[in-house]
């Protein structure tokens, strides 16, 4: 242990906490810019210069490590001239209109760090030089104008995202934040992930809408997970008078430390669908606006006599979008209630067929975060660049620290551009090729499957080599398999011998929940009388409504109007992710809760709640306590 | 002890500090009990006495020839100089013409906006000023207190006068202090 006095205060920290972490400890504060929790120190901005007794000149407490008997003075009347120095400098550098800059007046951390040194003016004038302002991101603005160079987004960019598409160019004054080698954000090799502008600490880098929308001070925030895809991001969500203002990822959240991809930070500004408000029934061919009575009593009395079906009844399948409770109360009213043999989820069969064969995995079970301690990852069947982003994050930005990549493909995968162990088999040899490299790794003959998998030798050779000298390597699969079963097991025994750790990178936000309560077999109507798809916010795909356009009788609960709605018997109105609770199981098996942000609109009903009325209407049992039922069962 | 004098002017604003003066409501009444309020863009008299004033305060940044003038009659007449409002403060909103050349503004502003007719010219008179670059008052005259904000609160500008009045020299911090 350091012992540091600080302030008059004294403290022990382990040895390596930077002079700034351990003032953090000691409650007292030094204003940073170019800092940032998430980030490695830097050190560019020179804000944080402090007093150590001994030392010549100020020392940046950003990047300067705690040394033994180290005294450390923070508010000296030099480091707080050095300050306004400091900030009068960065002001200078460019040109700030506070008066109509949307993150004026709370949320522009320059800005707050002159308030705090008092400071009622600028002693040096702006730069007057104007600076292009770059609009071509669909998401976001960077206004150079306002750029203090503090390397903050290009850090994220390549430490949180692995994305390495921000960096700067020139030098001097005439540095500038460039992306790729200095053409448009809109055009260049940017994925959307918004890391950059949750921690540009200026209105530099601003989203299109939350600046507008109001500063984080009139905001209400609500921690809840993103339900994009199975990784389970936490994120925080930014709404003010019941209205989205952004999402952020959740610096606190376990699973993804504050990273989000596209779908979970910009897709739910973009939503467009049009909102189902109101119950529909069909009469006379067409959907009617009805009331929620008269649409559950038509339910109910197609649905009365269907009681006790197997076969002949009624098919049920729901979203794996939503929360375990509904699932677990869906389960209970058709499953076991109906007794209907057709009771699943909208998950893709290959998925669901993945799910009986994973017990199989055993200690080899790996999971998200073995990613980022992984020295070599090989991933097949899946480009992580394109869903469960976050988790290809953790890849990507590893690779910098000396991890082998090796996404294997049939086609082309985003990750290819990243890592020189990009390897291209032959369409469908999954199977072929994970074979063919156990054969390898054994030294056994395996011409034939090679050639299947369409590889040269030395290709495989060298993938084998780097299995076998890592130290700690995981194998990722996806579900993009036209054998599932066999490929996983040809895994599972390809995990053996190269003592690597299996992980799944598959399905849906509540995919794993769905399959321990069995939700996961292939959705067919098979001669039953009604479908009853309960959607909430899903967009329903082209195979699911073939499946079900011909039933007799079709009930959607859907939050939006789809080709789906438009061809239902009876469509109810239900609250979308940001309006209903709920646990999700996310792919490592960690239960996570998920919280209400938004009030619904008036005549909207949760998914919960509807069950349960559709429930009482028929008189059926569900265990009184369903929602400590549904944890339970988790 | 006679009250002291107050006298105020504006320049390259928009007259939006004076109107964030005005909006101190009833508390005006408090002001003119404990300040003599002289010349100001409200009231009758059009230059600070000649004797003297306690405290200039001047809204608005300097973008031509008068401006410069009246900043400094106003310096030469008052004790303490205050900047009131972001425009004094750095050049504010007009300063945005900082950006382009004088040739370029006078252009835009006299021939080629579109409510301007082929009869648009840039006036030449020799009579008139010369447009310079905008500049913050300080730039031109030395300033004793900054008042910033797009405009100051009323309640700001309240306790800068309220203060000056009585002698004492505000402190412009914390919730007082904003940029916005
Ligand atoms: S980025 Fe901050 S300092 Fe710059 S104009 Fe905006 S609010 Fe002012
Ligand atoms: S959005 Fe993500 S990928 Fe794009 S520039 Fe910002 S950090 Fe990089
Ligand atoms: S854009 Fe923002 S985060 Fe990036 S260097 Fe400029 S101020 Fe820093
Ligand atoms: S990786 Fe999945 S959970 Fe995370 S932000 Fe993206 S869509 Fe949401
Ligand atoms: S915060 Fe330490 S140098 Fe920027």
Redesign the interface.
Same mark, same amino acid.
């Not at chain 2, 403060?89 to 909103?93: E, S």
């Not at chain 2, 207190?145 to 797009?150: D, M, N, R, T």
């Given at each position: 242990m350091i012992h540091i006095k600080i302030d008059g205060k004294e403290l022990e920290v382990p040895e390596g906490t930077t002079v700034l972490n351990a003032a953090r400890q000691a409650g007292v504060d030094i204003p940073t810019l170019c800092d940032h929790p998430a980030l490695e120190p830097y050190g560019g901005c020179r804000l944080c210069l402090v007093e150590v007794e001994g030392a010549r000149t100020l020392q940046p407490a950003c990047t300067m490590p705690a040394g033994n008997n180290m005294v450390v003075h923070t508010a000296t009347e030099k480091v707080k001239s050095a300050r306004k120095f400091v900030l009068s400098m960065i002001f200078s550098e460019r040109n700030h209109f506070c008066m109509y800059c949307q993150v004026s007046g709370g949320d522009c951390e320059l800005q707050n760090a002159a308030y705090g040194e008092d400071m009622t003016h600028w002693p040096i004038q702006p730069n007057w030089q104007p600076y292009e302002v770059d609009a071509s991101h669909p998401y976001f603005v960077m206004d150079h104008n306002r750029c203090i160079l503090c390397r903050r987004c290009v850090r994220a960019c390549a430490e949180l995202s692995g994305n390495f598409t921000l960096g700067m160019e020139e030098r001097g004054a005439k540095t500038i934040l460039v992306a790729d080698l200095g053409i448009p954000l809109g055009d260049s090799s940017c994925i959307s992930c918004g890391s950059c502008i949750q921690v540009c600490p200026t209105g530099a880098l601003i989203d299109r809408w939350s600046a507008y929308l109001g500063k984080d001070k009139d905001t209400q925030s609500t921690q809840t997970v993103c339900i994009g895809c199975s990784v389970g991001c936490g994120i925080e969500v930014l709404s003010r008078n019941n209205n989205l203002v952004r999402v952020e990822g959740n610096w606190d959240a376990e699973v993804n430390g504050g990273v989000l991809c596209e779908v979970g930070r910009f897709l739910p500004m973009v939503e467009e669908r049009d909102r189902v408000v109101t119950p529909m029934v069909r009469k006379d061919g067409k959907l009617k606006a009805a009331t929620w009575e008269e649409a559950l009593n038509t339910i109910a009395e197609k649905y009365q006599p269907l009681i006790g079906h197997a076969n002949n009844g009624v098919a049920a399948m729901v979203s794996t979008r939503l929360p375990a409770e509904v699932l677990y109360t869906f389960k209970q009213v058709f499953a076991d209630n109906f007794g209907s043999n057709m009771v699943t989820s909208t998950d893709e069969e290959k998925f669901a067929t993945l799910n009986s064969v994973k017990s199989e995995v055993g200690v080899y079970e790996g999971k998200l975060t073995d990613l980022e301690e992984a020295d070599a990852v090989m991933t097949v069947g899946i480009d992580l660049t394109k869903d469960h982003q976050v988790a290809g994050f953790f890849i990507k930005r590893a690779i910098p620290n000396g991890t082998k990549v090796i996404p294997v493909n049939y086609e082309a995968n985003g990750m290819d551009a990243f890592t020189p162990y990009a390897t291209k088999i032959n369409k469908n040899a999954d199977l072929a090729f994970v074979k063919t490299l156990s054969a390898n790794l054994n030294n056994e003959e395996a011409a034939e499957l090679q050639n299947k998998a369409g590889l040269e030798t030395a290709e495989i050779d060298k993938i084998s080599s780097i299995l076998k000298s890592a130290e700690k390597s995981v194998l990722v699969y996806g579900a993009d398999f036209t054998q599932p079963e066999e490929t996983f097991r040809a895994l599972v025994k390809l995990a053996k011998e190269t003592n690597s750790k299996l992980v799944g990178i598959t399905g849906k936000a509540n995919s794993t929940a769905a399959a321990q309560y069995h939700l996961d077999k292939p959705f067919v109507m098979n001669g039953h009388q009604s479908a009853m798809i309960v959607l909430g916010d899903e967009e329903p795909t082209q195979t699911m409504i073939k499946k079900v356009e011909n039933s007799p009788f079709l009930v959607v609960l859907s939050s939006y109007h789809s080709a789906l709605t438009a061809k239902a018997d009876v469509v109810l109105p239900v609250t979308t992710w940001l309006e209903q609770d709920g646990h999700y199981v996310n792919l490592d098996g960690k239960i996570q809760e998920a919280h209400k942000s938004l009030q619904s609109p008036i005549d909207v009903k949760s998914n919960l709640d509807v069950l349960e009325l559709l429930a009482a209407k028929l008189n059926l049992e569900l265990s009184a306590e369903s929602l400590v039922a549904a944890e339970k069962a988790v | 002890m006679s009250k002291p004098k107050v006298a105020s002017d504006w320049l390259a604003g928009c007259a939006g500090c004076h109107m964030s003066l005005l909006d101190i409501d009833e508390r005006i009444l408090q002001v003119l009990e404990l300040a003599d309020l002289r010349a100001t863009p409200i009231t009758d008299l059009k230059h600070p006495d000649e004797d003297g004033v306690d405290v200039g305060i001047l809204e608005g940044g300097i973008n031509n020839t008068a401006n410069e003038a009246v900043a400094k009659q106003m310096r030469s007449r008052c004790k303490y100089l205050v900047?009131l409002g972001?425009c004094a /403060?750095? &050049? &504010? /909103?007009p300063?945005?013409r #900082?950006?382009f050349t004088i040739e370029e503004t006078l252009r835009r502003a006299y021939v080629e906006t579109e409510s301007t007719d082929d009869s648009g010219k840039i006036p030449d008179d020799p009579e008139l000023c010369k447009p310079t #670059?905008v500049?913050?008052v300080?730039?031109v005259v030395k300033v004793d207190? =900054? /008042?910033? &904000?797009?405009p100051p609160d009323a309640d700001v500008i309240f306790h800068v006068l309220a203060e000056l009045a009585q002698g004492r020299i505000p402190e412009?911090?914390?919730e007082k202090? =904003?940029? =916005?």
């Open positions: - | 900047a972001d /403060v750095f &050049g &504010g /909103v300063a945005m #900082n950006f #670059n500049r913050a300080s730039e207190l =900054h /008042v910033p &904000g797009c412009i911090k914390d202090l =904003h940029w =916005h």
